[in-house]
């Protein structure tokens, strides 16, 4: 099993530890305080067995700045 904390440094990793959010059609590269966003989220996923590991798979998390985080959830 993936922990919590090697699947934080996998999204951390994969996004070089900057902003993974897309600005006008770049990527934003914001480095000020990224937070994870579920791609789908837990309540459409599920939150035990096979569903909830899928959720909180690195495949399913983005690493975004505040700005980024707050325009999916409006977008939505």
Request: hydrophobic share 30%; aromatic share 2%; glycine share 10%.
């Amino acid at each position: 099993m993936t922990t919590p904390s090697a699947v934080a440094k996998a999204v951390w990793d994969r996004a070089e530890g900057l902003c993974e959010g897309i600005r006008d059609g770049t990527r934003c590269y914001s480095s000020m305080q990224l937070g994870k966003h579920h791609i789908v989220h837990r309540g459409m996923g599920g939150r035990k067995g096979k569903a909830k590991k899928e959720s909180d798979s690195a495949d399913n998390l983005l690493l975004l700045c505040p700005e980024c985080h707050n325009r999916i959830h409006l977008l939505r």
